[in-house]
């Protein structure tokens, strides 16, 4: 990095010129960063130009900027939102202190712990879309897959800033290891379940986008109004990004569904296979798997570590701020699902303990709103099906349901039960066969795969047949 003017190279708002060992860790880094880019990024188009937004600011006004580059030469910026004068700790054990601008001490491990668990998912959704390039329905989804690859590596960018200017030696290691581990690999794999899972087509991609980053929107924002104030601060500006990929995720599953409602219209069936379109069967069983995987990533229903968490002031409630209560929760309760012999009920459980079932509770609503926006699709073309998320404890590989079988609906339902109709609730073979079967690259500006409708409108304002990727 020497000789390299900062400002313009690495849009920050930290004053990094100023923080020369800082810069230092950086210049270590960022080779490594790069080298891993080239080699687990975006396969096959290092060299072309898209037409991306960058971060350069974190006015509301005017926080990016649109214009074509080759994704390795990328600005990467580092932005925390504007600090709050006189910002406290709104929860926990430390409810009304002055926010913390410096690592606690007696939080250093656990804190680290948080950060390097939220900044590992970033590199590794990377990974697990590199090849998708290959096989895009349009150059406008092309575009906003690279735009959600190049904005999870400034995420990645912003705990690794985050891990280097406050942990010292420990921080600079961990920052490696977030480029060491690799999605899937059976040596080093990510640390969360999901980000082993394979994204292999564009149903896939778009229900990652949907799920799995709404996820990291609750992450974000239970980080967000942590007590360690430069944390809260990257959480909120990270924030702002990813809402964008959430929103790549929804249009994309309502332009699937829109374009399979006009071939069922069409031809009077409901088997629009054999017309190279997703069937809506298909697409609740994908639903399926994406959603139960996503509802792992909130962890077990009881957690002492999210009650730690939560008292340290460390990692507060889906906007926090907004409860009305006292804030420490040590005499309050929550309903949380539970197993009762062969059925599901709820029972009341310490509220500190079930934070996580708090948090996944927020997250199934805000998943159903967009559910409801697909049916309404649906309904307007006057098609009597619904499509549904599956009930919280079916197909989970963690917490209170993870040795039980339990069906879409809510059943528990024997071995014998589950070994004959699995193939109805979660994608087959014959499944993922046909859906790669339609995964054939179109490439030409303003034109879409059959199995996927045209978006509304373009982006920043460009037409739909704007050139997004340069191919040439």
């Known amino acids: ?123 590794a959704s990377v990974e697990q879309q590199r090849h998708l390039g290959r096989t895009c329905p349009s150059l406008y989804d092309l575009r906003n897959l690279f735009q959600v690859n190049v904005e999870e590596g400034r995420h990645l960018w912003a705990m690794v800033y985050i891990l280097d200017a406050h942990f010292g030696r420990d921080g600079r290691e961990e920052s490696e290891a977030l480029l060491q581990r690799r999605s899937g690999d059976a040596d080093k794999p990510r640390i969360l379940g999901a980000f082993n899972e394979k994204t292999p087509d564009w149903l896939s991609f778009f229900l990652f986008c949907y799920f799995t980053d709404r996820d990291g929107k609750y992450q974000l924002a239970s980080l967000a109004e942590s007590g360690f104030d430069p944390l809260s601060r990257t959480c909120r500006f990270m924030l702002t990004e990813e809402a964008h990929h959430m929103f790549v995720g929804e249009t ?123 049916n309404q699709i649906i309904k307007s073309h006057g098609i009597d099906v619904e499509l549904t998320l599956p009930h919280r404890g079916f197909h989970r590989a963690i917490g209170a349901f993870a040795e039980v079988k339990v069906s879409p609906d809510g059943r528990v339902v024997s071995e014998a039960e589950w070994d004959a109709k699995h193939h109805q609730w979660l994608p087959t073979e014959d499944d993922k066969a046909y859906v790669a079967s339609l995964m054939q690259p179109v490439t030409e500006p303003g034109k879409f795969a059959n199995w996927i409708a045209p978006p509304a409108r373009g982006i920043n304002g460009q037409p739909v047949d704007f050139e997004y990727v340069r191919l040439g």
């Open 1 to 123: 990095m020497a000789g390299i003017d900062y400002v313009e190279q690495i849009p920050n708002n930290v004053n990094l010129h100023e923080n020369r060992r800082l810069l230092r860790a950086l210049e270590d880094w960022q080779p490594k960063f790069l080298e891993w880019w080239k080699d687990m990024g975006p396969h096959g188009y290092q060299a072309k130009e898209v037409y991306l937004r960058t971060a350069i600011s974190v006015d509301a006004q005017g926080w990016a900027k649109f214009g074509y580059v080759r994704m390795p030469e990328y600005r990467w910026g580092i932005f925390l939102a504007e600090p709050e004068a006189g910002r406290q700790i709104n929860f926990g054990d430390h409810q009304g202190s002055p926010a913390w601008q410096e690592v606690p001490g007696e939080y250093r491990g656990v804190l680290r712990r948080l950060i390097v668990t939220q900044g590992d998912t970033e590199p």
């Open 252 to 374: 994309g599953m309502g332009r699937i569904v829109q374009r399979t409602c006009e071939l069922m219209r069409e031809h009077k069936t409901d088997d629009v296979r054999k017309f190279g379109g997703l069937d809506l069967a298909t697409i609740q069983r994908y639903i399926n798997f994406h959603c139960s995987v996503s509802l792992d990533l909130f962890g077990s229903e009881i957690s002492t570590n999210a009650a730690n968490f939560y008292t340290m002031g460390l990692k507060g409630r889906f906007e926090e701020t907004k409860k009305r209560d006292d804030h420490r929760l040590k005499d309050a309760t929550y309903s949380v699902a539970e197993l009762n012999g062969d059925r599901i009920t709820t029972r009341e459980e310490a509220a500190l303990l079930s934070l996580n079932e708090r948090l996944r509770d927020d997250y199934v609503a805000d998943c159903n709103r967009g559910l409801a926006r697909w």
